[in-house]
DNA sequence: CGCGTTCGCCACAAATTTGCCACACAGGGC
DNA sequence: GCCCTGTGTGGCAAATTTGTGGCGAACGCG
């Protein structure tokens, strides 16, 4: 899979700087232009996959590049703006942008808000099938299901994704703290001990089954991890 | 594992102490300091894995306690400020901090920003092999696991990290009171014989497998070594 | 607005690891 | 060989960490 293309036009250097590293920490491709002009060359070059916007930019502003992008592209833009004046007029229709983002941001939100707006649209195109199958394990995220040794097993929500996200690192372990961030986001502030709650609660209506290829471990003083005993790929 | 060190300057004491709390709950190390100055100091100390910033301070203020660290350091940094304004010079490149948080805050807000900057540079560094091979010994830290001749040995955490430090500086000795900084953290306050008893345990496990091209050596009166006994790489 | 689920968390029990002691033993200097 | 100091080791109780039952609160759904 090609890395994500992301193109981030400001006229302030330093902070497509600062947002360009934090986008490349995260495995985008960046991309980086310092006026609207600049912006839609490259835009038109690289074809990005989602494109950070600055409204003020010297000679064309993001605005006008927005509704440039919009005649041939419906790809996700993220306007950013120096106060929220700027809404009615940023997410209407005659610019079409898919968020906005009011300074003073912190450069982990902006990339929050990139990573949903792509969820977002991932979403929207339900292309690829979300089966993971391991051994008697199957897990299938279209419909929240799963089933072992071809029996349905039904399981909660929060029971599925904790499965999903074990069982697709087969014998990576966790840590509480690692699953709370993935399952629950990086702003959940509770207990981690919730983990365990879940856990114990899968381990349960998992093991009504037989499965003896795999199981659910607990690495003592570290976390879980979902362990294969045979050796298949 | 030692805890992540957290070191926390602000001016007003009610704030320190509040964040101390909800970051000390999170397993933090959490130390604090009160002005700029304190804040260096404690920072060349104690190399702390991620620092919060009050912007405000007396004497020494947060923007040039930032640009200090930074002539020596990347570790993350989060400013906090009381209004917006100083939001591009906090983000430009000649401050350097990763994130940014208006007052009021909710201290559960900063957590969940002090996890994001620190799960953030974590993912920035998937490039250290986390399994480490040597002869008939394996030890692997992404699932906690040893292996000697191809067989799985099982081992507490303890355990585990005293085999990764020793077999991962091979031929190197450490004394008792390295292993005790490296594995049980420089505020330990115990009794430097506790490695011996690790070591014990370990080589009894390790020594139910046969694994004549290494071993775990005592240096008399020194400390011990994981020797290697060929000449591989 | 009820009703059944799901979820987060607590409290207590169980499991496991860990630190340390005590004593035996080994190493090194004289 | 003798003594002093450092190390190996069995054992154990304390400290941690995890398993689990259960209970409201929140949620989702007619």
């Known amino acids: 899979m090609p890395k994500t293309k992301i193109l981030i036009a400001d006229d302030n250097r330093q902070i497509t700087s600062v947002l360009g590293e934090y986008a490349k920490k995260e495995g985008y491709e960046v991309h980086t232009a310092a006026d609207g002009g600049e912006a839609l060359e490259l835009f038109a070059l690289l074809k990005p996959d989602i494109v950070l916007l600055d409204v003020m930019m010297p000679k064309t502003d993001g605005f006008e590049v927005c509704r440039e992008i919009r005649k041939?592209?419906?790809?996700?833009?993220?306007?950013?703006?120096?106060?929220?004046?700027?809404?009615?007029?940023?997410?209407?229709?005659?610019?079409?942008?898919?968020?906005?983002?009011?300074?003073?941001?912190?450069?982990?939100?902006?990339?929050?808000?990139?990573?949903?707006?792509?969820?977002?649209?991932?979403?929207?195109?339900?292309?690829?099938?979300?089966t993971l199958v391991y051994g008697s394990l199957s897990v299938n995220l279209d419909d929240y299901s799963a089933a072992v040794g071809?029996?349905?097993?039904?399981?909660?929500?929060?029971?599925?994704?904790?499965?999903?996200?074990?069982?697709?690192?087969?014998?990576?372990?966790?840590?509480?703290?690692?699953?709370?961030?993935?399952?629950?986001?990086?702003?959940?502030?509770?207990?981690?001990?919730?983990?365990?709650?879940?856990?114990?609660?899968?381990?349960?209506?998992?093991?009504?089954?037989?499965?003896?290829?795999?199981?659910?471990?607990?690495?003592?003083?570290?976390?879980?991890?979902?362990e294969g005993k045979s050796d298949e790929t």
Chains 1, 2 share one sequence.
């Open 150 to 226: 071809g029996e349905n097993v039904p399981l909660t929500k929060k029971e599925i994704e904790l499965l999903w996200t074990l069982a697709g690192n087969r014998n990576k372990v966790f840590s509480r703290d690692n699953l709370l961030n993935s399952l629950w986001g990086y702003d959940y502030f509770g207990d981690s001990r919730t983990v365990d709650s879940h856990i114990k609660r899968l381990r349960a209506k998992l093991d009504a089954r037989s499965h003896p290829d795999w199981e659910i471990k607990t690495i003592w003083g570290v976390g879980y991890k979902f």
């Open 72 to 130: 041939t592209s419906t790809v996700p833009v993220i306007m950013i703006t120096a106060r929220g004046e700027d809404f009615e007029k940023i997410m209407g229709l005659d610019i079409g942008a898919d968020d906005y983002i009011v300074k003073p941001f912190s450069p982990g939100e902006v990339m929050a808000r990139v990573r949903a707006v792509l969820r977002r649209i991932e979403n929207a195109n339900p292309q690829k099938a979300q």
